[in-house]
């Protein structure tokens, strides 16, 4: 799958692990969506590193499966760590 296939599946599976995992995020819808390009490419190596397959297709199930969990991942990462600076920075 090429670069711009990448970016178009991660920007939709980043939109998708937002209605999965709904909420207020710090930084709002463009950075969920750029959260999501770099959980497609997280999922990409979880798939790589653990059951030995690879975002292949654009259009195959497991790619997007892949891409969306990686994307959750993600998103949900980033919470933790800045949902914990900006309480410490607001000293809560």
């Given amino acids: 799958m090429g670069i711009i296939g990448w970016i178009v599946l991660g920007l939709i599976v980043g939109a998708i692990a937002k209605l999965i995992m709904p909420g207020k995020d710090p930084g709002g819808i463009l950075v969920t969506l750029l959260l999501g390009v770099v959980g497609a490419f997280v999922g990409g190596l979880i798939g ?45």
């Fill in 48 to 92: 790589k590193w653990v059951f030995n397959v690879g975002l292949d297709s654009f259009w195959s199930w497991r790619t997007w499966l892949l891409a969306i969990v990686g994307s959750i991942i993600v998103l949900g990462i980033y919470r933790l760590i800045v949902g914990r600076t900006g309480k410490a920075a607001k000293g809560g």
